[in-house]
């Protein structure tokens, strides 16, 4: 389904400047008036857990454990010091399927999440806040900027993980390429991808969802991304992320070519870092940018991609265990920063955390293949066409937004995921006019995030 009627000429009004690389303007054979799209990715929160009780979402105050006994869901801040198991062995646990007959891992139960692994310190440590951690929710209290989003503007409440591992590594594979390659789960040790050493390998999926035995491959893979589509359709794209502080000591050959001040590239917790032609291509020195917080300077320089995607510091991720409470004020600011700028009037910002991060949440995923549907997330659609106030109901996965990008730009479907996944056409009316933007308030603004002290932990390492 098109966003405007038809292809038939160029875009009206002025075409994008790609100010990035310093190129000629960019005509688009496209009527949509959206020139700019930002995927904005956010760590390990389930849908029920970051957005419990907002009106018209459905979500739920109490669930069930694996015993059949009745626990209600308690508040516990967003600043954890302590974390939730996060794998496939975490998905299997808490779904607690039915068990004989049946493929591990589907019609889930939803009433394991017991049987995950958790570990809230001993000693001087902080001790868990409550017998059962992983039914918990964040108060709204601490989540308001994100329930002023979703009140402003759209609200998605059947967004699925494309892949079941409750995985950030095969997850922001999947919103790059729409595609899990050598169908794998689980993580790498070490690097991320071909900058990793020979034995970082990443598991493979047996028949029927066998996660046991695999000797597993090393994951520098060559599928076709959105950013080659972007390429080839002469649009500009930027992947912001974090450069680690493992400059490669014993690793495989780090992307890109441009030395630091160590005399070496630091490895970079981006998901293309995992895809060869780019990591080893002029893609990466010109397109893979570091550190996120150069979002912010950019947009305010004038400079913005067609599709960006932004991914956070360990601090700012939402992650838990990460002991802070940024992630909302850092979302916000981008959000704002691309709402106060000249790009609003064409821009859809899509907000979405990649993988449930153990926390409960009351509704099972379709059993799609082998490797999905994962468990609900998060999804917050912003825009000056998006309607107000509005949750969608509509069932959407990770190929969601990148259908969203491709039918956008006029680009061909990716792989199953976007090939199958409905497009969030509910979410827009653009027969309005571009609404006015309105500041997202937050705890922190966007210069305490420009003067925030470097961060080099990986967001992610599940």
């Avoid at 694996?66 to 010091?81: D, F």
């Avoid at 598991?203 to 046991?212: A, F």
């Avoid at 006029?410 to 500041?439: E, I």
């Avoid at 922190?444 to 599940?462: E, I, V």
Wanted: proline share 8%.
């Amino acid at each position: 389904m098109l966003y405007a009627c038809g292809r038939v000429g160029p875009l009206p009004g002025p075409p994008i400047a790609n100010l990035q690389r310093g190129e000629a303007p960019i005509q688009r054979s496209t009527q949509s008036k959206i020139q700019h799209i930002v995927i904005i990715i956010q760590e390990n929160r389930s849908f029920n857990n970051l957005f419990y009780g907002y009106p018209g979402a459905k979500t739920a105050s109490y669930g069930y454990n694996s015993s059949g006994q009745k626990i209600e869901l308690q508040p516990v801040t967003i600043a954890t010091t302590w974390d939730l198991q996060h794998n496939a062995q975490g998905y299997m646990a808490s779904c607690h399927g039915k068990g004989k007959g049946k493929i591990p891992g589907t019609d889930c139960r939803m009433n394991g999440f017991d049987n995950e692994k958790w570990y809230c310190g001993s000693g001087s440590e902080p001790k868990c806040p409550n017998k059962s951690p992983p039914y918990s929710y964040v108060p709204q209290k601490q989540t308001a900027p994100y329930f002023s989003m979703a009140q402003q503007y759209v609200l998605a409440d059947r967004m699925y993980a494309s892949d079941f591992d409750i995985s950030s590594f095969i997850s922001h594979q999947y919103i790059i390429a729409g595609v899990n390659p050598d169908e794998t789960f689980d993580y790498p040790d070490g690097g991320w991808g071909c900058a990793g050493a020979p034995g970082d390998r990443i598991g493979v999926l047996g028949p029927d969802r066998n996660i046991k035995g695999s000797k597993g491959v090393f994951p520098c893979w060559n599928p076709t991304t959105l950013g080659d589509e972007l390429d080839k359709a002469g649009l500009p794209w930027s992947f912001y992320a974090v450069s680690l502080n493992d400059k490669g000591s014993g690793s495989g050959k780090l992307c890109g070519s441009d030395p630091d001040t160590n005399g070496e590239r630091s490895a970079i917790w981006s998901a293309y870092q995992a895809i060869k032609h780019i990591c080893y291509g002029k893609d990466w020195n010109a397109d893979v940018k570091s550190p996120p917080q150069r979002f912010l300077s950019d947009v305010k320089g004038g400079n913005l991609a067609a599709v960006t995607w932004v991914t956070p510091t360990y601090a700012n991720s939402d992650h838990g265990g990460n002991g802070s409470d940024t992630g909302p004020s850092w979302v916000s600011s981008l959000v704002n920063a691309v709402g106060e700028s000249q790009f609003w009037s064409s821009s859809a910002i899509f907000i979405f955390w990649d993988d449930p991060g153990g926390w409960y949440d009351p509704e099972p995923p379709a059993y799609i293949d082998n490797d999905g549907l994962g468990y609900r997330l998060p999804l917050l659609i912003i825009s000056p066409y998006a309607r107000k106030g509005y949750v969608s109901h509509t069932h959407y996965e990770h190929g969601s937004i990148l259908k969203f990008v491709e039918e956008t730009f006029g680009l061909p479907a990716l792989a199953k995921s976007d090939k199958r996944a409905t497009a969030p056409a509910d979410a827009f009316d653009f027969n309005q006019s571009p609404r006015k933007f309105v500041t997202i308030r937050a705890k922190y603004d966007a210069n305490y995030f420009l003067n925030q002290s470097l961060d080099t932990r990986p967001p992610d390492t599940d």
